[in-house]
Each structure stands twice: as C-alpha cells, then as structure tokens.
C-alpha cells in the first residue's frame, strides 16, 4: 500500500464550488505539505504543517484553507473554486532530523479541473 | 529575491551517455540540497541529498556534485537508460529550515 495517499485522484468541478482534497499517510511523519504544480512554474508550496496544532501558510495560501484532523490527516480546502485553481495537486510529508529538512515524499496527486 | 534555476529546454541524449543536469540558485545560503525524479502526472521522487559541506555524493549510476562557491549542483546519470527518462527537480532548504523550494525541473529524454 502506498505510504500517501490522495482523493479523489481527478476532480471537475464548477466555478464557486466548495471541494476538498484530502490526505492521509501511514509514514508515521510530523510534517505535512499542500503544493500545486502548474506547468511552467513548477511546484509551490501552498501550506505546511509540522504538527496537528501547527498550520502555516505557504507561498501562495490565498483563496485555500486547510485542516489537519491527525497527525496522519491533511486536507486541502478551495472554499470557492476559480478557473485558475486548475492545477496539479501534491501532498507530501517529512520526517526532519533536528532543524534539518529532509527527504520530502509525496503522493500521487489530485488532477483538478475547475469550470 | 530567492531563485532556483534549472535548464528549461529538454535534455536529449543517446542511450549509454552521461547526462548532466544543472541547478543554479541566488539568494540561498542552503545547509543542503536535493535531487527528485518526476514522471508524467505523478508525485516527485527522492533521489539524492547533498550536505554544504559534501562535494560529490554517488548512487548507483547517479552522481551529485554541489559547489556552494559557485552556487551550483550538477546532477549525471551515467550510462543512460530510456527508462532514466523524466524531468528532475532539484529542491533546496529555506534557511529557516522550514520547507523545500524546488525548480522547474529539466525534461530528460534518452533514446535509444
């Protein structure tokens, strides 16, 4: 079984939507991460979470929301979705030694479409 | 600001080459840095990090090369496969330590 886990693994929707991509990992990791890919622009860093009481935004956190619900549970939330939402979706998780941040390792991602 | 730089244009190479990646950066002073292979719609995957004060690290047919004078890793693949085939990322720390920030990647395409 895969160590991160993503759903739904496609997602349509429409324009104002309410969608959530949910995130679960078995690594037994700390540290959880939203990124979105677009092409030509690489992979950015929506929000991170290095523990259950600890959420933080990322480069580009606005028009998302997130919940860490266990240390094994991070989701993603667009409260009302717009075409430029439309991206590729990566959770990942880390297990740094010390303050050092180490491997990253991700899942397999959320395809999302908004209409 | 911060940048990761990484070749945009597609690498081609003959199967059996050495492929030779490059990761440029300003503004980061970073304690060490990764290397990710991304297949088609899929998630990244951890290939090699290299600490600041390391100058090369090998795995495998893999080879990392990090010069922090320069501010540039190299990244090779000797004796290339078409299954070696993908885009690599290379991602470095935040000085807080906090997070990646990753390139664009490089496509690599190896023929036979």
């Known amino acids: 079984d895969a160590d991160v886990t993503q759903t739904p693994r496609n997602r349509i929707t429409k324009t104002g939507k309410r969608i959530m991509l949910e995130c679960s990992q078995t690594?037994?990791?700390?540290?959880m991460y939203w990124y979105r890919q677009d092409p030509g622009l690489g992979l950015r860093l929506i929000y991170y979470s290095f523990d259950v009481k600890d959420i933080n935004k990322g480069e580009i956190s606005d028009g998302y929301s997130v919940s860490r619900q266990a240390q094994a549970k991070f989701s993603l939330s667009l409260e009302s979705a717009i075409p430029n939402q439309t991206a590729l979706y990566f959770c990942?998780?880390?297990?740094?030694?010390?303050?050092?941040?180490?491997?990253?390792?991700f899942g397999p991602g959320t395809r999302l479409l908004v209409l | 600001s911060q940048k990761i730089e990484q070749n945009s244009e597609a690498l081609n190479i003959q199967e059996g080459k050495t492929a030779t990646l490059t990761c440029n950066y300003t503004?980061?002073?970073?304690?060490?840095l990764q290397w990710y292979r991304q297949d088609p719609g899929r998630g990244p995957v951890f290939l090699l990090l290299i600490r600041e004060n390391e100058k090369e690290k090998r795995k495998e047919r893999l080879k990392v090369t990090f010069d922090t004078t320069l501010k540039q890793s190299l990244f090779h693949i000797t004796a290339s496969q078409p299954a070696d085939s993908a885009t690599y990322l290379c991602?470095?720390?935040?000085?807080?330590?906090?997070?990646?920030?990753f390139g664009k990647g490089t496509s690599l395409l190896v023929t036979p």
């Open positions: 690594k037994g990791h700390d540290r």
């Open positions: 990942a998780t880390s297990a740094p030694e010390g303050n050092i941040q180490e491997t990253q390792y």
């Open positions: 503004n980061y002073s970073p304690a060490y």
């Open positions: 991602a470095l720390d935040e000085n807080s330590g906090y997070a990646l920030n």
